[in-house]
């Protein structure tokens, strides 16, 4: 059982910056990927971000140079730093953990609003 708590999102302006965060409680040892997702106003879920438990990161071509994930093992605390942020990175983000033990099971955090205006 893992439970995920988000913040960071809020209203910012384009070429503005925020800084999301999603920490990890309950059984924490067996955590694998961590990431994030995002879901625009009419269209389906992407994926963001993500990073391994060794730090190897996969990005969305539309974020790339732009967004950093990053994470803190020792706080099972996953980042993802959101710089020069268009109107179109508005939506709802979504941060995941994927827990490995007898099987694989993906937890996912209660979601939280990124709007960037014009």
């Known amino acids: 059982q893992v439970q995920l708590v988000e913040s960071g999102g809020g209203l910012v302006q384009a070429g503005g910056s925020l800084r999301l965060s999603c920490a990890a409680s309950?059984?924490?040892?067996?955590?694998?990927?961590m990431g994030w997702y995002r879901q625009a106003p009419g269209k389906q879920r992407e994926l963001v971000a993500s990073?391994?438990?060794?730090?190897?990161?996969d990005y969305a071509d539309s974020v790339k140079g732009r967004f950093t994930i990053s994470r803190d093992n020792a706080k099972a605390t996953v980042y993802l730093q959101m710089n020069s942020l268009k109107p179109e990175d508005t939506g709802d983000y979504y941060c995941?953990?994927?827990?490995?033990?007898?099987?694989?099971?993906?937890?996912w955090g209660q979601g939280t609003q990124v709007t960037v205006s014009s």
């Open positions: 995941y953990v994927n827990v490995v033990t007898r099987l694989s099971k993906d937890y």
């Open positions: 309950g059984s924490i040892l067996n955590i694998n990927v």
């Open positions: 990073i391994t438990r060794g730090g190897s990161t």
